[in-house]
């Protein structure tokens, strides 16, 4: 059996309403098992102790009348000693305590009466001596020579603890409860932990393993239910990337011939200038619809220095006249795909470049033993209310609708780039004016060599 999740442990999990449900169940199964037997039994119980008491006070007086007096001391001594039963003359002052008032007590009091007589006396103590204490009277020929004793029943032997019985068994049916619990949980944690792991790698835009279809039914019925939307996901995900490819194809080819032939109508160069802009955006725009749909683009994870690539991209940069100051901090590699993030830090750069009307900074750094990637611009930053709602797809700001240079893809691209590299990508604004976008990646595997 595999061991629990610690979060299976939490008293919010499975694990834990489970138990507590079966525990509850137990505990008022025993309790009202006890409830009835103790009803049922009670009678009998009453029954049979106060035979055991009238039986043990007769062969005690039996063998008191009939014992040579010279012997009477030694006789009390064994019955002391080997019984547990002492006898001790009675007194009208002796100090006695009375017994527990129970049903069962009550029960055996009135029987015993029955037998011994009206004026047999009980007490649970006998000058402060604990124990089950009954009376009886020795009589002679003559009243006034009647003689009265206390004697002393060992208390287990009368009164069975039948509580404490009950609550070992009590424990008892709790562990199992506890065990049947564990194996219920463990038996269904599995699957479900396996399902919650592939659904993430679903979020992250990743294939997942296909889940095992075997267990209960209904466990059964939904793994197969996953592996039928991670295959129609998959297939999705095809036909949108042949349809945006096959669309990048039709569209750049006509694209390039209209360039050209802007290019040599002869038209005044302002004009020329203007169109082919345009004709560049529609080009960029097919782009980002391409970069969009891709996935990882088939590249596998490895160990990135985010200092020497922030240091690359600042010498394209200002090849092109963009320079970028560049501040780098020890920090360990990220795990990334490297293709993949240098595409998603250029669009970072790209999207200061057009909105925050300048180049951006770029400062390297760790956060909790994570390397960090920022990208500083002094722009006019996005409010706290929108930092979420501007990763999604399409969604641009009020203040950059004017702009048509883009599709509104470049932050959700970011953004769907770095979860999928199990990394945060998040906006803040910053202090003095401008937007940090911060890239916090996992650090990778140290190399055991």
Not at 154 to 164: C, G
Request: charged share 25%; aromatic share 6%.
């Amino acid at each position: 059996m595999s061991p629990l999740h610690p979060r299976a442990l939490l008293p919010g999990s499975l694990l834990w309403r489970i138990f507590l449900l079966v525990a509850v169940l137990m505990l008022a199964s025993v309790t009202v098992w006890s409830v009835i037997f103790s009803h049922f039994d009670q009678q009998n119980r009453a029954r049979q102790t106060a035979q055991t008491v009238v039986s043990i006070i007769n062969l005690t007086r039996t063998a008191l009348l009939n014992a040579d007096p010279a012997l009477r001391k030694d006789l009390l001594l064994d019955l002391a000693t080997l019984e547990g039963i002492r006898i001790y003359p009675a007194e009208p002052q002796d100090k006695i305590a009375p017994l527990e008032d129970t049903a069962v007590l009550r029960q055996v009091m009135t029987d015993v009466r029955l037998q011994l007589g009206a004026e047999t006396r009980f007490a649970s103590s006998w000058e402060g001596l604990p124990g089950f204490w009954v009376s009886f009277r020795i009589e002679a020929d003559d009243p006034a020579d009647h003689a009265d004793f206390w004697v002393m029943l060992p208390a287990e032997r009368i009164i069975r603890p039948h509580a404490r019985e009950w609550m070992w068994w009590g424990l008892a049916a709790l562990s199992l409860a506890m065990l049947g619990a564990y194996m219920i949980v463990s038996r269904l944690n599995r699957p479900l932990r396996a399902m919650a792991a592939a659904a993430r790698t679903v979020g992250r835009g990743e294939i997942p393993p296909r889940l095992s279809e075997r267990g209960p039914a209904e466990v059964a019925d939904l793994a197969h239910a996953f592996n039928q939307m991670s295959n129609d996901l998959q297939q999705l995900d095809a036909d949108r990337a042949l349809i945006l490819a096959g669309v990048s194809h039709d569209l750049r080819t006509p694209l390039a011939r209209l360039r050209l032939g802007v290019e040599m109508c002869g038209a005044d160069p302002a004009d020329v200038d203007a169109m082919v802009s345009d004709i560049e955006d529609m080009d960029r725009i097919i782009g980002q619809f391409l970069e969009f749909s891709r996935i990882d683009g088939g590249e596998t994870l490895a160990a990135v220095d985010l200092g020497e690539l922030a240091d690359e991209l600042a010498g394209v940069y200002a090849r092109r006249g963009f320079p970028i100051d560049l501040r780098r901090s020890s920090a360990p590699p990220a795990l990334a795909r490297p293709q993949a993030l240098r595409r998603a830090v250029t669009n970072l750069i790209e999207n200061a470049l057009n909105y925050a009307g300048g180049p951006p900074e770029l400062e390297t750094g760790v956060i909790n033993g994570r390397p960090v990637l920022h990208v500083l611009d002094r722009g006019p930053g996005i409010p706290a209310s929108e930092t979420e709602r501007v990763k999604r797809p399409f969604t641009r700001l009020e203040a950059a609708r004017s702009n048509t240079k883009g599709s509104g893809l470049g932050l959700a691209i970011v953004d769907r780039i770095i979860r999928g590299q199990f990394g945060e990508f998040q906006l803040a604004s910053r202090p003095g004016g401008g937007l940090d976008a911060l890239i916090l990646l996992q650090a990778a595997p140290k190399d055991p060599s």
